[in-house]
């Protein structure tokens, strides 16, 4: 039986270093034949984006025409875009289902790919991107689903006022990917077949069987901590920590006064020498024990522990995973798996170095060395072999795309890669009403829109179902809704009428309804921002004044050259043999009699105006009673004198004229009494006021004592 050996060219093109492997593969197994690694001579790499192609292109160069000499021509390359290039958001939607519900997972999984747009939208904000830049959206993964602001396990069929998804997505830079292209081009190589870090290190170390298993991958490199979350047979999540094996190298580097080649050299020894020989940047040479090395690095592993931890939860949901599994060079910091194994509360045997002799089907030329570091770089040529990673071409409305099949790729995501917005897949819906009715706001939906039909194919599709090269995806969008249209019959019941008796006559009153404040029939169509009020008041005094002619009278009164308001005089109100007051709310049925008061005499008038119409002294003159009286006020009807007990009509009009302040005197009695002083007598007198002389023009007052004596 003929073998059949397979050449595979692959390039791990990472932060610090380029590292170059080939393999044969022979029947589903593979051997690493040569292994070439050296690092940038610049900072060419910054988070897994290449920054200086040219730089980038020369390393590649150097390691292919190296590979060349041994192993012939290699023209065509793999290579894996690096997890600390994948960019992780969350995107979070609410929608109002208040109207309708949420009745298929078509439905839910069109409120997703929104929550992925709102991910995608806050990434481009962050990094202050154009809206041309593009992501690749790697994947997603829901977070929760909330309905009324309160997590809950599924929203299909559910019914209330709001619903909530949040996802958290992972998305490619583009320009990741064309600067990769760029730089093999450079050095005279074709991209064979393009992977994902993360991706390439688990299709080694994950076997599909246990992919089911929720597990936490970690490459930890020079600069970097790519994570990735497998769980339900996919990789649901990747992330990224900025902290990684340069953490422990610049450490050594502050404490001991080592230049940072020297520093990395001596973390590389510790875990195969007891003793560690360095010297400093001072030129002294130093003989250090590995006990104190790890004591001196313990502050940075347990930060590097923690910052791994807290990202793996981030990503899983804010849970721990099942198990973790450590690769990369940065992997081999002593006591880094116990440290992470505290932080996720997991049992030591749960985090676990994997290095080569975990890859089933891999052997190694005697030459190269086994490490942690090496599983990626293996990784990619597996998996770029056995799951290559290539772009498809398809249309949506009649508009090409290109895709980067970096997974299982659905119509959704051709809706991302084509700018379709998620909210495109429904009608709009109409504009709603705003009304004010009795005081509360009311809110009328508009209708809502209807759905979007989507043919992939020509075949009724939904957002989840996969799609293939040469695919074509015509969407058939929704109609909007119409606005809100609304009579106050749709906002209000009719007013009720009430039927009482009044002073023996059947009355009936009727409630009316005001728009704006004037009064409308209940087919009157209502406008946004309209308000609405039942204006039905059963106050007997309100409804009585509204069916009587009669109305308390209200004279106006002229006193002294200025108008006066008379006080109104209320009616009396007799309910079914009561009496009550003008608040009193009429029943249906009602018998009820009201007492109006009569007419004022011009009297009551100056009483209620407290107006002083004469001054009055009541004496004892010579031991005879006299009322003595002065006019101080003068009443006018229609500009004629008038009688103190005239009743006024309404169309009267009345005056009162202030008279003479002269107060009253001793004299004053000769105009109230027939007593008069003798004229030819030539007797004298004396004229006394409570027993003392007074004169005829001295005051006196009510209750006085008068008396004239003859001598």
């Given at each position: 039986m003929?073998?059949?050996?397979?050449?595979?060219?692959?390039?791990?093109?990472?932060?610090?270093?380029?590292?170059?492997?080939?393999?044969?593969?022979?029947?589903?197994?593979?051997?690493?034949?040569d292994?070439?690694?050296?690092?940038?001579?610049?900072?060419?790499?910054?988070?897994?984006?290449?920054?200086?192609?040219l730089?980038?292109?020369?390393?590649?160069q150097?390691?292919k025409?190296?590979?060349?000499?041994?192993?012939?021509?290699?023209?065509?390359?793999?290579?894996?875009?690096?997890?600390?290039?994948?960019?992780?958001?969350?995107?979070?939607?609410?929608?109002?289902?208040?109207?309708?519900?949420?009745?298929?997972?078509?439905?839910?999984?069109?409120?997703?790919l929104?929550?992925?747009?709102?991910?995608?939208?806050?990434?481009?904000?962050?990094?202050?991107?154009?809206?041309?830049?593009?992501?690749?959206?790697?994947?997603?993964?829901?977070?929760?689903?909330?309905?009324?602001?309160?997590?809950?396990?599924?929203?299909?069929?559910?019914?209330?006022?709001?619903?909530?998804v949040?996802?958290?997505?992972?998305?490619l830079p583009?320009?990741?990917?064309?600067?990769?292209?760029?730089?093999?081009?450079?050095?005279?190589?074709?991209?064979?077949?393009?992977?994902?870090?993360?991706?390439?290190a688990?299709?080694?170390?994950?076997?599909?069987?246990?992919?089911?298993?929720?597990?936490?991958?970690v490459?930890?490199?020079?600069?970097?901590?790519?994570?990735?979350?497998?769980?339900?047979?996919?990789?649901?999540?990747?992330?990224?920590?900025?902290?990684?094996?340069?953490?422990?190298?610049?450490?050594?580097?502050?404490?001991?006064?080592?230049?940072?080649?020297?520093?990395?050299?001596?973390?590389?020894?510790?875990?195969?020498?007891?003793?560690?020989?360095?010297?400093?940047?001072?030129?002294?040479?130093?003989?250090?024990?590995?006990?104190?090395?790890?004591?001196?690095?313990?502050?940075?592993?347990?930060?590097?522990?923690?910052?791994?931890?807290?990202?793996?939860?981030?990503?899983?949901?804010?849970?721990?995973?099942?198990?973790?599994?450590?690769?990369?060079?940065?992997?081999?910091?002593?006591t880094?798996?116990?440290?992470?194994?505290?932080?996720?509360?997991?049992?030591?045997?749960?985090?676990?170095?994997?290095?080569?002799?975990?890859?089933?089907?891999?052997?190694l030329?005697?030459?190269?060395?086994?490490?942690?570091?090496?599983?990626?770089?293996?990784?990619?040529?597996?998996?770029?072999?056995?799951?290559?990673?290539?772009?498809?071409?398809?249309?949506?409305?009649?508009?090409?795309?290109?895709?980067?099949?970096?997974?299982?790729?659905?119509?959704?995501?051709?809706?991302?890669?084509?700018?379709?917005?998620?909210?495109?897949?429904?009608?709009?819906?109409?504009?709603?009403?705003?009304?004010?009715?009795?005081?509360?706001?009311?809110?009328?939906?508009?209708?809502?829109?209807?759905?979007?039909?989507?043919?992939?194919?020509?075949?009724?599709?939904g957002?989840?179902?996969?799609?293939?090269?040469?695919?074509?995806?015509?969407?058939?969008?929704?109609?909007?809704?119409?606005?809100?249209?609304?009579?106050?019959?749709?906002?209000?019941?009719?007013?009720?009428?009430?039927?009482?008796?009044?002073?023996?006559?059947?009355?009936?009153?009727?409630?009316?309804?005001?728009?704006?404040?004037?009064?409308?029939?209940?087919?009157?169509?209502?406008?946004?921002?309209?308000e609405?009020?039942?204006?039905?008041?059963t106050?007997?005094?309100?409804?009585?004044?509204?069916?009587?002619?009669?109305?308390?009278?209200?004279?106006?009164?002229?006193?002294?050259?200025?108008p006066?308001?008379?006080?109104?005089?209320?009616?009396?109100?007799i309910?079914?043999?009561?009496?009550?007051?003008?608040?009193?709310?009429?029943?249906?049925?009602?018998?009820?009699?009201?007492?109006?008061?009569?007419?004022?005499?011009?009297?009551?008038?100056?009483?209620?105006?407290?107006?002083?119409?004469?001054?009055?002294?009541?004496?004892?003159?010579?031991?005879?009673?006299?009322?003595?009286?002065?006019?101080?006020t003068?009443?006018?009807v229609?500009?004629?004198?008038?009688?103190?007990?005239?009743?006024?009509?309404p169309?009267?009009?009345?005056e009162?004229?202030v008279?003479?302040?002269?107060?009253?005197?001793f004299?004053?009695?000769?105009?109230?009494?027939?007593?008069?002083?003798?004229?030819?007598?030539?007797?004298?007198?004396?004229?006394?006021?409570?027993?003392?002389?007074?004169?005829?023009n001295?005051?006196?007052?009510?209750?006085?004592?008068?008396?004239?004596?003859?001598?």
């Open positions: 003929e073998i059949l050996i397979t050449k595979l060219f692959a390039l791990d093109i990472g932060t610090r270093s380029v590292v170059g492997i080939v393999l044969e593969e022979q029947n589903d197994s593979f051997h690493i034949v292994l070439i690694s050296k690092e940038h001579k610049e900072r060419s790499m910054i988070d897994g984006q290449i920054h200086n192609i730089s980038v292109a020369s390393i590649i150097e390691i025409e190296e590979l060349e000499q041994i192993h012939g021509p290699l023209k065509r390359v793999s290579v894996a875009a690096a997890g600390r290039s994948l960019k992780t958001a969350e995107g979070t939607v609410t929608v109002d289902i208040s109207e309708r519900t949420l009745i298929s997972k078509e439905d839910i999984n069109r409120l997703e929104l929550a992925v747009q709102n991910a995608q939208e806050k990434l481009l904000s962050a990094h202050q991107s154009q809206e041309d830049d593009h992501y690749y959206c790697v994947g997603y993964s829901v977070l929760y689903y909330k309905l009324h602001d309160e997590k809950i396990g599924s929203l299909i069929d559910q019914t209330g006022n709001t619903a909530t949040e996802v958290i997505a992972t998305f583009r320009v990741v990917v064309e600067s990769l292209l760029a730089a093999l081009k450079r050095a005279d190589l074709e991209m064979e077949a393009l992977t994902l870090e993360p991706i390439a688990i299709h080694v170390l994950v076997p599909p069987s246990m992919r089911r298993l929720n597990i936490a991958l490459d930890i490199g020079a600069g970097t901590s790519d994570i990735a979350i497998v769980s339900e047979n996919t990789v649901t999540a990747y992330g990224m920590v900025p902290v990684a094996g340069d953490e422990m190298t610049e450490a050594l580097s502050s404490h001991y006064l080592l230049d940072f080649p020297m520093a990395e050299q001596m973390k590389r020894q510790i875990n195969d020498q007891d003793i560690l020989k360095v010297q400093d940047i001072l030129g002294f040479e130093q003989e250090i024990p590995a006990e104190e090395v790890i004591d001196v690095i313990k502050p940075s592993v347990k930060h590097l522990a923690l910052s791994i931890a807290n990202e793996i939860k981030r990503l899983n949901h804010n849970t721990s995973p099942q198990a973790v599994m450590i690769v990369g060079g940065g992997g081999l910091t002593p880094l798996t116990k440290e992470v194994s505290t932080q996720l509360d997991l049992p030591e045997n749960r985090v676990a170095i994997r290095s080569l002799d975990a890859l089933s089907g891999v052997t030329s005697d030459q190269i060395e086994a490490s942690p570091a090496l599983v990626t770089p293996i990784g990619i040529a597996i998996a770029a072999q056995r799951a290559p990673i290539h772009y498809i071409s398809l249309s949506v409305n009649e508009q090409s795309i290109r895709l980067f099949e970096l997974k299982e790729l659905t119509v959704g995501d051709a809706l991302l890669a084509a700018r379709i917005s998620a909210r495109q897949l429904y009608g709009k819906p109409g504009l709603a009403l705003t009304v004010k009715v009795n005081g509360q706001w009311r809110t009328i939906p508009g209708e809502h829109g209807s759905s979007t039909t989507i043919l992939l194919n020509g075949t009724e599709a957002t989840k179902d996969s799609i293939a090269n040469q695919d074509n995806i015509e969407l058939m969008f929704g109609k909007d809704g119409t606005d809100a249209t609304a009579t106050v019959r749709d906002l209000m019941d009719a007013p009720q009428s009430i039927t009482y008796q009044l002073n023996g006559v059947s009355k009936t009153v009727i409630g009316e309804i005001l728009l704006n404040g004037r009064p409308v029939t209940m087919d009157t169509k209502i406008a946004d921002r309209d609405l009020t039942l204006h039905q008041t106050r007997v005094k309100d409804i009585i004044t509204s069916h009587s002619n009669f109305e308390t009278d209200a004279y106006t009164i002229i006193w002294n050259g200025t006066h308001r008379l006080k109104q005089r209320e009616t009396v109100y309910a079914n043999g009561q009496v009550v007051s003008d608040a009193y709310q009429i029943q249906a049925d009602d018998h009820i009699e009201t007492r109006h008061p009569g007419a004022l005499s011009l009297k009551e008038i100056a009483k209620d105006l407290e107006i002083v119409l004469e001054e009055r002294a009541d004496i004892l003159f010579n031991e005879k009673p006299i009322v003595i009286k002065k006019q101080r003068a009443v006018y229609n500009e004629e004198p008038a009688n103190l007990d005239y009743r006024v009509q169309n009267d009009k009345v009162f004229k008279l003479s302040h002269s107060p009253i005197i004299s004053d009695i000769f105009s109230f009494t027939d007593f008069t002083l003798p004229t030819q007598s030539t007797a004298s007198y004396r004229l006394l006021r409570n027993g003392e002389s007074i004169r005829f001295d005051l006196i007052f009510g209750g006085d004592q008068l008396e004239i004596i003859f001598e």
